[in-house]
């Protein structure tokens, strides 16, 4: 499946985003909802929707589109960090 172009790819929430972020770092979908205080089905529909929105069908998949568009920026910290211009789109 291709790329779609930078103008198409749509807007994620500020919980995808999250969620998206969380799991970059490594963490499991149960330590994301131990950490947001939510179910474990949850994190589970939410990334799915996200990739969903994406245009994949994995996880990693997903991740790894957020960061060729820079929706998400990977850090020398191994943190991941969610631009601050997207960071309040999805507020």
């Known amino acids: 499946?291709?790329?779609?172009?930078?103008?198409?790819i749509p807007q994620l929430t500020?919980?995808?985003l999250e969620f998206l972020s969380l799991r970059a770092q490594g963490l499991t979908n149960r330590e994301i909802a131990e950490r947001c205080y939510v179910h474990n089905k949850t994190v589970e529909h939410t990334l799915a929707a996200a990739c969903e929105r994406l245009g994949?069908?994995?996880?990693l998949h997903a991740i790894l589109r957020c960061i060729t568009f820079e929706i998400l920026i990977l850090t020398g910290d191994s943190e991941v960090l969610i631009?601050?211009?997207l960071n309040a789109l999805a507020a």
């Open 83 to 85: 631009p601050e211009h």
């Open 56 to 59: 994949t069908r994995f996880v």
């Open 14 to 16: 500020r919980r995808q």
């Open 1 to 8: 499946m291709a790329y779609p172009p930078v103008q198409e």
